[in-house]
Structures are given as structure tokens and as C-alpha cells.
């Protein structure tokens, strides 16, 4: 059973804490496999991203996205379908940590 299968198991029973330790394990055995900004690391960054989501802790999970969004703007095109989910993702989750007086700001200057 590979990491990532333990993962899967260990996220869909809800235990995030133990999912991000195996996936930070993963990530630290990423570079000795794959040259730096490979998208197999880019998937592990936005694994741990949907974590932090799933816990709602928006910060870390947009800093993970937007880890995720620099390799596959490096190694795929902007028309990409892995691209286009991680910029969706990032709009998803930008309106979570604003606060509701910057999000009247802003709701209010797109006006």
C-alpha cells in the first residue's frame, strides 16, 4: 500500500492531523525522486492544501494553493485544467480569511 493510499484511507476517516503527517513525510521524499517543482510535489501541496480547508485553517490552505498554483504555472499552460481548478480553488478560499467589513470593501468598489 503506497503512502498516498494511506493517505486517502486515513483523510476519508477524518484523521487530517495523521493525513498531514504522512503527506509531510511524502513531501520529504519528493526530491530525492523528482526534480524541484514536479507536479507530483505540486499534487502533495494541494492535498495538504484541501486539509487545511476540510479543518477550515483558510490561511495555511491558500498558502498551499498558491505553492500548487506557482509549479503548474511553471510546467503547464495557462489553459491547463490543473491550473484552472487552482486558481478556483484560491477564489474559493480567498473570501474565507477576509473579514466581513473587507469583503463589503471589496463587494462595494467592484460596484
Do not use: W
Not at 526534480?35 to 487545511?52: D, E, F, R, S, V
Amino acid at each position: 500500500m503506497s503512502l498516498t493510499n494511506i493517505v486517502e484511507i486515513l483523510y476519508k476517516k477524518y484523521h487530517f492531523t495523521k493525513a498531514l503527517d504522512h503527506y509531510n513525510q511524502g513531501l520529504e521524499i519528493l526530491p530525492k525522486l523528482f526534480p524541484n517543482g514536479h507536479a507530483y510535489t505540486a499534487h502533495g501541496l494541494k492535498q495538504i492544501g484541501m486539509i487545511y480547508e476540510r479543518i477550515q485553517n483558510s490561511d495555511t490552505a491558500l498558502q498551499y494553493y498558491e505553492k500548487t498554483l506557482d509549479i503548474y504555472q511553471n510546467i503547464f499552460p495557462a489553459n491547463h485544467p490543473e491550473t484552472i481548478k487552482m486558481n478556483a480553488r484560491i477564489v474559493n478560499v480567498v473570501p474565507l480569511i477576509l473579514s466581513p467589513s473587507k469583503q463589503c470593501f471589496l463587494i462595494n468598489k467592484t460596484d
